[in-house]
């Protein structure tokens, strides 16, 4: 096999547009401006998020008398992991399976391009010891980094940064890049199990459902947005903000529904609680008794770590089309899935480090403004049995690792890396 590089710069010149409208992320357009001169004429920088941020939106708790505004966080979650510059001479590149040496990294990026690492499970921050940071190493070079963006997710937040509370899940629709701000649209399903959305420029929220408040999960499949109740029903959500029916009720009898796209399908996640999930009683956001029902509560102090539900099961299902049923799945094959506080996925588990296949990893407490705790637990499907990832056979924490630490070494310049930002926020 030869070992000469592949002379990409020579292709026909008419391809290289044709390749770049396909590429939709920054990590990406960054590799084609770098192959070549020629490469990086024929592609205009990245430079905008999908949607373009800082965008504003009224916070769901708001009455005549109050009226504060919430900014949406883009979250992006890498997987990133040092390039093989010396594969095995008897086996192709192409034909060889990547590396077990990825880790989920999980950038935030707010207004004026401030970024900060998070935990991949949860929106614990992660803080680095920069006094432990050896000199020379202050720069990194992302042609040395095999880097791919497996999620995106997004939360309000206020302007000190602090989360807007009873938020479970936000997705932002339409999602695509070319998107006008003006017609930008975030749903939500709130903790108290209401679905609702609010535009950008809106004074107030809007619910989508005033009858069932017991939505889990909302989720973007396929350019479609997609939720489900507690019952396992799950709905399409059309541009006009109407539910759809999508599926039956699910046969499970589980306390918590998930959304994950796995493997090109759409999966149901059924999260089994050692106890009923109660929501708390809450402030009302109107003063108005007879319309309370249609709006908002502000969620209160959460109660003690050691009284909240615990999981003890999980049970996977995907959707028959033809004969409108539910097949449960037994095996996840080589993927595991990722349930994290704001966003769902699956991976390769076979790509990551320390990753077991056929698992569902999670946390315990859903962490938001009144709660910080959270622990990172790990069911094995086919096992059927939880462990802390802490110390669970296999070396479970590798790829929830903290950032390694070539790459904490490069926290500054990865902020202008990743982002192309030219801003600078002063505190």
Known sequence: MDDAGVPWSELPPEIWP????????????????????????????????????????????????????????????????????????????????????????KVEKSELGKMRFLHPLSKQIIRCNLEDLSQGHNELNLLDLRMDELAVSYSLKYSDTTCVPGISKIVVFPNSSGSDVKDCTIIAVFECGKLGFAR????KWTLIDEQNFHYDDVIVYNQQYYTVDRW??????????????????????????????????????????????????????????????????????RPPYSSLPKAVDFKAYKLDQEWGTWVELKNLGNRSIILGNDC??????????????????????????????????VFDVEGKRIGNILGYPGRMIGIFNTPPIWLSKSIPPLKDILFGSTHRHEN
Not at 354 to 373: H, I, L, M, P, Q
């Open 200 to 203: 950008s420029g809106d004074e």
């Open 232 to 301: 396992g029903t799950v709905f399409w959500i059309d541009s006009s903000m109407r539910l759809v029916q999508f599926s039956p009720p699910l046969i499970g009898l589980g306390h918590h529904k998930h959304l994950v796209e796995c493997g090109g399908e759409l999966l149901v996640i059924d999260r089994f609680l050692d106890k009923e999930r109660h929501f708390q009683p809450a402030i009302a956001a109107v003063d108005d008794a007879e319309q309370q029902q249609h709006h908002f509560m502000i969620p209160v102090q």
């Open 18 to 105: 044709a390749v770049g409208k396909h590429l939709h992320t920054y990590i990406d357009v960054l590799r084609f401006r770098s192959v070549c001169r020629s490469w990086r004429s024929s592609l205009p920088p990245f430079t905008q998020t999908s949607p373009p941020l800082p965008l504003r939106f009224p916070s769901p708790y708001i009455s005549a008398n109050l009226s504060v505004d919430a900014f949406l966080s883009q979250t992006i979650i890498y997987r990133l992991a040092p390039l093989n510059h010396e594969p095995s001479p008897n086996v192709s590149s192409s034909s060889s399976p990547p590396p077990r040496n990825g880790r989920l990294v």
């Open 344 to 377: 769902c996925f699956s991976i390769e588990a076979s790509e990551f480090e320390g990753c077991k296949k056929n698992c569902v990893y999670y946390t315990d407490v859903t962490e938001d403004a009144f709660s910080k705790r959270s622990r990172s637990r």
